[in-house]
């Protein structure tokens, strides 16, 4: 398994990840071993094996719709690195 | 006041019930000792001192008066970093969240304060539970009790040294892929992982959902139970919480379990095991057969593949779960105004040469906050584990990947179910080696997956485990013994546990610390 | 039309909020109009460490909205996580449902009483499940763009309706919209108010055109940023002969370059590119490990069905059955609501005439309820008091344009029939004094009298008008009767 730069700069952008250069070149070889390790998968058949998604055999967790106080506003807003005591606020979603 | 740290929790709560000792005394003398021996060991993050005080003064004010206390009756109690508290600082290990305060305590966190466990601080660990040494947390590094130079474990590092240091008597962890049981083992305390489900996930801050859960560490399986039993039960708020009935851990753990059958996993011996862990692991057997167990061989044909299966699933939960982390609406956020500029230059610069591919790339405003908060706020094994993920899952390789490891972790707990079908316990090794230097594996991510060998199945299945002290290496590093049960059947865990440790002196063994 | 050179051929995304009390994963309220950021709660901020938990209602609605459009629902579905970073969505991902939806296969009768298309069954694809995002405001007043996030409508619940591409004109998508629209009203799972956002619609539509090479279709194109029905049907009357103008540019067909999308402008009436970054379509679906999945059994499945009720399709035959109305008239009352309705069925009952019924809730109560901005619950002459009226009026007691006048007296002043024909002095006249009266009336119009004999029965409408002038209550068809039989019956 190899990674080019380029594979590792779109998973970066997926990933919403700012690496270096050298960040890169650290990480490619590391993350192409991982992957060749994990690959030993591929030598098992698991044809008509359901996937296991959860750990646990639960199904139909339901909460009755009944409405609950929500945070105060101060509250929700309280970790926001920047808001201005209503909203949110963010550089342009479309950019400038 | 050194002999009341020296002490279990149930010691405590006995002599507290008899008036002989209060809980501001006991928390008093927990601070003290962290105040001493902390900053050599960095098993603590935060220490709530004057609110621990308020709390255990509070508890002894009930109980003098005469009214009902809870479970924990005033013990102090340990949380790791993970696991939110209301109005306190919760960083996850992280630069992302050195200033985040969650507006609401965990489920777990209710429950303590419900049955009256002090809240000491908050524990040091890997970077949102990622890493088998804490080395991996974001504001120092926690250091082994029994060897200052060596990893206690990870990720519940903190939370492990901090017993083992008797600067508390309890403390709560979390274990995606081993991250409660192998620091206990390096520690020598013990560690147990609940049943996937059994203890409620509601502000446990997520690595992969599908495989953590919160559970206990002390120094006997007495105090393990006493604090299982405050903490577990269902919960309405996580929908993966089970509506099973919680027993009285702390009363039937001192019940001997007659007839045991114990399964030792031929796959469990093989390459990678130290000798001298390995040697433990059989003496511990004998004890076991001391007691009346038969040890049969039982066979995991698939844990081979555990550790692959691990690393595909967590990180593929995990570079979704930490998508929230983009300097939005909490969370570490990058100079604004730097961040701008930056752009700016580097704009101008793409456009002096001519690269109008270059500009056509570059990120937005938007874009780039986001990739350069997450830049600054994560550190290197975090940052591995989400591009692992977000490879995993893109277009393409999916089906090659998750897929498969969903598929694989299915035959895993499919080996479990026959093997449990012949034992009732599966016993064990569970580390490869005793604890190593600081630094011995921090470039070397692989080398550091692989110490996960025997602990990752039990999390994959969902089911239970606990990591007991067993023995020691010719050095007098910890050894652990790892009991792993079928779900729902932490009673059967906490009681051959404590069986073992009615006959032998492993958890007695302190370590001596500057 | 038939000289087009293309085929339409155009599939619908609808989004449709349903209308539960809280939100889809945590209790929030889901009211409309709260101040931003004040129906907020760690889960649908995604703090760390929160879980959500399904809303029991939410799939409740879905299931009958499923079943009302005649999906199948499987017994098992689940929930994925879509993975996308924009800041309206606080995890970095929504919950939604990949491959295995709630519900899938269905489909939706259109047809048009005026025949401009032929009936049509449109396919439905699936409806699932998924929780909707927060709201981005741009703001420039910081001096730099900025956006503004209030994240009160993150994790509402929304039912994703995707049709197949059977719809061949924008005239038919708005008739799908609008059929959809009503269906949903008929169920009250939603709300369905496009100001509100509570109904969005995203559109993929492409040209099917004959070539001497054969058949060719040309790259499919989602349209987004349509506001209303006519904005739907606008923006595809505009994109269509845009799409067949690239066509002839540029020769491209389906799958030579990558689905555009494209925003309505509704001012500059016309759709505009919208540029997005090649990455952003990698969602990364995977099964979300904090939620279980769902089973529904067919016990549950028919219990729904049965909550249903008659829906429109079977409401309008009914009509047409029962009450002996035609396609256009049933159209006309079953797109104005269940409510509408149920008071057509009480008139048309009690005074025993479907037609009648109908023709007068269309002309006088509708356009009342118009006039007044107001729905029928606000109409202050009940059902009865109207079946009083329409069998007075049937009776032959007071005529259509004097029966208007009563029922405005009664809309004014809250009365019955029979009071308001007694204030308005209408009572019956005696038939000796019409028959009086009109051997009054030949008397002095012995021309008309001859034009009748001659054949020409028409002539005596002139001397209907002129009884009535002195007789205001005398029943027009009366006089009419009355006045042959004196002229004819004599002979």
Request: proline share 6%.
């Amino acid at each position: 398994m190899s990674l080019s730069g380029d594979d590792l700069r779109k998973v970066a952008l997926l990933a919403r990840l700012r690496l270096s250069d050298h960040e890169l070149d650290v990480l490619a070889p590391q993350l192409a071993q991982i992957l060749e390790f994990v690959e030993q998968l591929g030598q098992l058949d698991t044809s008509g094996v359901e996937p296991m998604a959860h750990a646990v055999e639960l199904s139909n967790v339901l909460a009755a719709d009944e409405p609950q106080a929500s945070l105060p506003r101060e509250a929700a807003l309280a970790n926001a690195p920047q808001h201005d005591g209503e909203c949110y606020r963010v550089p342009a979603v479309l950019g400038e | 006041m050194s002999s009341l740290t020296d002490q279990t929790a149930s010691e405590l709560l006995e002599r507290m019930r008899s008036g002989d000792v209060s809980a501001e005394q006991i928390a008093a003398a927990c601070l003290d000792r962290i105040a001493r021996h902390d900053p050599a060991v960095g098993a603590f993050l935060r220490v709530g001192g004057d609110e621990a005080l308020a709390a255990a003064a509070d508890v002894d004010r009930r109980r003098r008066g005469g009214q009902a206390v809870g479970l924990l009756g005033g013990l102090p109690v340990a949380v790791k970093d993970l696991i939110c508290v209301r109005g306190q600082v919760t960083t996850c290990g992280s630069r992302m969240l050195a200033n985040f305060v969650p507006p609401y305590d965990a489920t777990v966190v209710e429950r303590l304060r419900a049955a009256d466990g002090v809240l000491l601080g908050k524990t040091n660990l890997d970077e949102f539970g990622m890493g088998g040494s804490t080395e991996n947390s974001a504001f120092h590094p926690t250091r082994n009790p029994w060897d200052l130079e060596r990893i206690p474990g990870g990720s519940s590092g903190g939370a492990a040294a901090c017993v083992a240091a008797r600067m508390a008597p309890l403390s709560l962890g979390t274990d995606t892929g081993g991250s409660i049981r192998q620091p206990s083992a390096l520690c020598g305390v013990v560690g147990l992982k609940p049943t996937y489900g059994r203890v409620s996930r509601f502000g446990l801050v997520a690595f992969a959902s599908s495989l953590d859960q919160i559970g206990p560490l002390a120094r006997t399986a007495e105090d393990a139970a006493l604090l299982l039993e405050a903490i577990a039960g269902h919960d309405p708020r996580d929908s993966t919480s089970a509506p099973a009935p919680v027993p009285p851990y702390s009363q039937t753990v001192r019940q001997p379990l007659s007839g045991l059958r114990l399964g030792r996993v031929r796959e469990h011996y093989g390459e990678g095991l130290d000798e001298q862990l390995a040697a433990a692991t059989e003496q511990a057997l004998d004890v076991y057969r001391s007691l009346g167990a038969q040890i049969r061989d039982v066979s995991l044909p698939h844990s081979r593949y555990a550790i692959a299966t691990y690393y595909i699933i967590a990180p593929c939960e995990a570079s979704s779960n930490l998508a929230r982390y983009d300097g939005a609406h909490y969370g570490h956020r990058t100079d604004e105004r730097q961040m701008r500029a930056d752009l700016r230059q580097e704009q101008r610069r793409l456009e002096a040469a001519g690269d109008t591919a270059g500009v056509d790339q570059l990120d937005t405003p938007l874009v780039r906050l986001y990739r350069q908060s997450r830049a600054e706020g994560f550190g290197a094994e975090v940052k591995r584990r989400i591009m692992l993920g977000t490879y995993a899952l893109s277009a393409g390789y999916y089906d090659a990947y998750y897929l498969k490891a969903l598929k694989t972790r299915r035959l895993i707990r499919g080996d479990y179910d026959q093997a449990f079908a012949e034992v009732d316990l599966i016993v064990g090794p569970c580390t490869p080696t005793a604890a190593f230097p600081l630094g011995a594996k921090l470039n070397d991510p692989l080398a550091m997956y692989l110490g996960d060998l025997y602990t990752v199945g039990t999390n994959l299945a969902g089911l239970a485990g606990i990591s007991i002290p067993c023995g020691a290496t010719r050095e007098g590093w910890p050894i652990g013994l790892h009991l792993q049960a079928p779900a729902f059947e932490e009673d059967r865990l906490l009681r051959a546990a404590y069986m073992f440790q009615q006959v032998t002196a492993w958890h007695q063994r302190r370590p001596d610390l500057p | 039309m038939n000289a087009s050179p293309y085929e339409i051929v155009v599939g619908l995304e609808v989004h449709v909020q349903l209308k539960t009390r809280s939100k889809l994963f945590c209790r929030c309220s889901t009211q409309f109009g709260a101040p931003p950021n004040t129906q907020t709660c760690p889960v649908c901020i995604g703090m760390p460490g929160a879980l959500p938990v399904m809303n029991q209602e939410a799939i409740r609605l879905a299931i009958k909205t499923a079943l009302a459009l005649n999906c199948e629902i499987p017994a098992f579905t689940k929930w994925d996580r879509k993975n996308y970073y924009y800041p309206d969505l606080p995890k970095g991902y929504q919950i939604s449902q990949y491959d295995l939806p709630l519900s899938q296969h269905g489909f939706l009768e259109i047809q048009d009483p005026k025949g401009r298309f032929p009936a049509r069954r449109v396919r439905i694809i699936r409806a699932h499940l998924e929780e909707d995002a927060g709201k981005s405001m741009h703001d420039e007043a910081a001096g730099q763009a900025d956006s503004r996030i209030d994240l009160n409508r993150a994790g509402t619940p929304l039912l994703e309706i995707v049709s197949h591409p059977d719809l061949r004109s924008p005239l038919e998508a708005k008739a799908y919209l609008t059929e959809l629209k009503l269906l949903l009203g008929y169920l009250q799972v939603s709300d369905c108010n496009m100001q509100e956002g509570s109904l969005r619609v995203d559109a993929n539509i492409n040209l099917h055109l004959a070539t001497p090479d054969g058949p060719v279709a040309t790259p499919i194109v989602e349209v987004k940023n349509m506001n209303s029905f006519r904005a739907v049907e606008r923006a595809l009357a505009y994109e269509a002969p845009r799409q067949y103008q690239v066509w002839l540019e540029t020769g491209q067909r389906l799958g030579d370059v990558p689905k555009q999308t494209r925003g309505w402008d509704d001012q500059a009436q016309l759709t505009r590119a919208q540029r997005h970054k090649e990455e952003s379509s990698d969602y990364r679906y995977f099964p979300d490990p904090d939620l279980v999945p769902v089973r529904i059994t067919a016990q549950q499945v028919d219990a729904l069905r049965r909550e249903l009720g008659e829906l429109p399709a079977q409401l309008r035959q009914r009509l047409e059955a029962t009450y002996g109305l035609d396609p256009y008239d049933s159209d006309v009352l079953v797109n104005q609501g269940r409510e509408l309705v149920d008071y057509f069925i009480a008139v048309a009952d009690a005074s025993g005439d479907g037609k009648r019924a109908s023709n007068w809730v269309q002309q006088e109560v509708l356009r009342y309820l118009n006039e007044q901005s107001a729905t029928i619950d606000r109409y202050p002459v009940g059902p009865a008091a109207l079946a009083e009226l329409l069998a007075a009026v049937a009776q032959g007691l007071v005529d259509t344009s004097r029966g208007r006048e009563v029922l405005q007296y009664m809309v004014e002043r809250g009365v019955g029939a029979a009071a308001a024909m007694q204030h308005l002095g209408i009572q019956a006249v005696d038939s000796s004094e019409l028959v009086r009266l009109c051997q009054e009336l030949l008397a002095a119009n012995p021309r008309i009298v001859a034009d009748v004999r001659s054949g020409k029965q028409q002539a005596i409408g002139a001397l209907v008008g002129q009884a009535r002038k002195r007789s205001p209550n005398a029943n027009p068809a009366e006089i009419k009767r009355i006045c042959l039989e004196l002229i004819l019956g004599t002979e």
